[in-house]
C-alpha cells in the first residue's frame, strides 16, 4: 500500500530542498535570497550577476548598476564569495533596491562596506554568521586536525 509523503518547497523557487517540516521552510523563507521583502540584489533590476570565465567552474561576480554600491561589491568581493564558493552572497535589505542613485548613495555604500568588513556577524545588510575571517583555516604548513 502506497505511503503519502507531506513535503515543502519554497515558494520563490530558490532550489532549496524540499523537507518534511513546514516550520523549517518558513524560517528559510523568512531569510531567503529570492524572496521580494528581504530586498536582495537577486530579486533588484540594479543587479549586475555575470560569469568572469569560460571555465567549467568560473566564477561569478556581483555588481550593481549604482556605482557606488558597485565599488563596494567590488572591494569586498573576498567577503562576499565566502569559502571559495563561485558564486557571491547577495546584499539583505538594500536602501536602493529597485531605486534609481539619487546622488546620496556614498552614504549606504560606506555603511555597506563598513558592515561587510567588520568582525560582527549578523549585520543589517550582511546577515551571515560565519564570516570568512572567523573561520580557521588550515595549510600544508598547519597541522592538520586528523
Request: charged content about 30%.
Amino acid at each position: 500500500m502506497p505511503v503519502a509523503i507531506i513535503k515543502y518547497t519554497c515558494q520563490f523557487r530558490c532550489g532549496k530542498k524540499a523537507t518534511g517540516k513546514e516550520s523549517v521552510m518558513s524560517a528559510h523563507e523568512h531569510n531567503c535570497w529570492k524572496s521580494p521583502s528581504n530586498k536582495t540584489c537577486k530579486t533588484c533590476s540594479n543587479e549586475v550577476y555575470e560569469r568572469d570565465s569560460d571555465e567549467y567552474r568560473g566564477s561569478y561576480s556581483r555588481g550593481c548598476k549604482i556605482s557606488s554600491l558597485n565599488n563596494v561589491l567590488e572591494n569586498t568581493e573576498e567577503f562576499l564569495k565566502h569559502h571559495n564558493n563561485a558564486h557571491a552572497r547577495p546584499v539583505f535589505k538594500c536602501a536602493y533596491w529597485n531605486k534609481e542613485d539619487d546622488g546620496n548613495s556614498q552614504l549606504f555604500a560606506d555603511l555597506l562596506e563598513a558592515e561587510i568588513k567588520s568582525e560582527k556577524e549578523g549585520t543589517e545588510h550582511y546577515p551571515f554568521y560565519d564570516k570568512p575571517s572567523r573561520v580557521e583555516k588550515y595549510t600544508a604548513e598547519q597541522n592538520l586536525p586528523f
